[in-house]
T-cell receptor, first 112, second 117 residues
């Protein structure tokens, strides 16, 4: 069985400072991992995904994530936060049938 | 490309009535669609996997007679909440699986907020 644990339910950063959202996964095989963002009253948007290719994955809007097998982690980072980054972020793992298991989510607040 | 729509975006219904939610893949065909439920300030929980032309597969704890799923075409899946009760009030989100040459990816609809009074 697969699962993900998002270590922070709430992250607050100042505009222009780095963002780090932590995610650990559990999987019995090499997983596919994703980060999605959900803005209020909008649909989920895929930020990036890891599917056993390069361990450092670059996504949209300046986000990137690094797959670390030894640490079973897939943390999401962005060097400089923007006000528009305020949203809910979900770390997601996929099983071999394509079913997605969502983490609990991390609410990001960006202050001026 | 790869746009998924849901209709309606919001619906309010009375307890005991049924509500149908549509999920459409607008520019691609989707053999598989998924239905999720999201309670306030919580994560998405998979309810069922909808396969075109066959019966849906429900996750443990989801009542198949209460949440009827029909996937009659490659671009449309419907979720009907039968005899709705206030505890069914939630945000329902669908996704459609896009199958490319070397990739599978789910594209999500904008969600439907159901309020049962």
């Amino acid at each position: 069985a697969q699962s993900v644990t998002q270590l922070d339910s709430h992250v607050s950063v100042s505009e222009g400072t780095p963002v780090l959202l932590r995610c650990n996964y559990s999987s019995s095989y090499s997983p596919s991992l994703f980060w999605y963002v959900q803005h209020p009253n909008k649909g989920l948007q895929l930020l990036l995904k890891y599917t056993s290719a390069a361990t450092l994955v670059k996504g949209i809007n300046g986000f990137e994530a690094e797959f670390k097998k030894s640490e079973t982690s897939f943390h999401l980072t962005k060097p400089s936060a923007h006000m528009s980054d305020a949203a809910e972020y979900f770390c997601v793992v996929s099983d071999s049938w394509g079913k997605l298991q969502f983490g609990a989510g991390t609410q990001v607040v960006v202050t001026p | 490309g790869a746009v998924v729509s849901q209709h309606p975006s919001r619906v309010i219904c009375k307890s005991g009535t049924s509500v149908k939610i549509e999920c459409r893949s607008l520019d691609f065909q989707a053999t598989t669609m998924f239905w999720y439920r999201q309670f306030p300030k919580q994560s998405l929980m998979l309810m069922a996997t909808s396969n075109e032309g066959s019966k849906a597969t429900y996750e443990q704890g989801v009542e198949k007679d209460k949440f009827l799923i029909n996937h009659a075409s490659l671009t449309l899946s419907t979720l009907t909440v039968t005899s709705a009760h206030p505890e069914d009030s939630s945000f329902y989100i669908c996704s459609a699986e896009y199958s490319g040459e070397e990739t599978y990816e789910q594209y999500f609809g904008p969600g439907t907020r159901l309020t049962v009074t």
